[in-house]
Nanobody
Framework: DVQLVESGGGSVQAGGSLRLSCAASGFTYSRYCMGWFRQAPGKEREGVAAIDTDGNISYADSVKGRFTISKDNAKNTLYLQMNSLKPDGSAMYYC????????????????????WGQGTQVTVS
């Protein structure tokens, strides 16, 4: 079974940094597009960043220059380095995976991802 387990969330002051991790198992990790999404209370889930099998990367405009997505295929782990965090970055952050998503065109589309983790909470004050 596909499993995605996020970690690394927590509380941080505005301007601080966090690194999220997503450990994947149950599928051929290198053949899947991986994405990070977030959902704040009362808001819809939104795409944050995505990286596909060709190494193409996309970011939401709101995080460009501050967040960096990366993946380690040997460890089956996805990362999201978040710097210069802002209070509006407070949300539950989710890892997602799908073998057919192309990051540059559909990486931010929630409905295109078939597999999801349970999320990790990030609070910025």
């Amino acid at each position: 079974d596909v499993q995605l387990v996020e970690s690394g969330g927590g509380s941080v002051q505005a301007g601080g940094s966090l690194r999220l991790s997503c450990a994947a198992s149950g599928f051929t990790y290198s053949r899947y597009c991986m994405g990070w999404f977030r959902q704040a209370p009362g808001k819809e889930r939104e795409g944050v960043a995505a990286i596909d099998t060709d190494g193409n990367i996309s970011y939401a405009d709101s995080v460009k220059g501050r967040f960096t997505i990366s993946k380690d295929n040997a460890k089956n782990t996805l990362y999201l380095q978040m710097n210069s965090l802002k209070p509006d970055g407070s949300a539950m952050y989710y890892c997602a995976a799908d073998p057919f998503v192309i990051a540059s065109s559909r990486g931010m589309i929630e409905a295109d991802y078939g597999y999801w983790g349970q999320g990790t909470q990030v609070t910025v004050s």
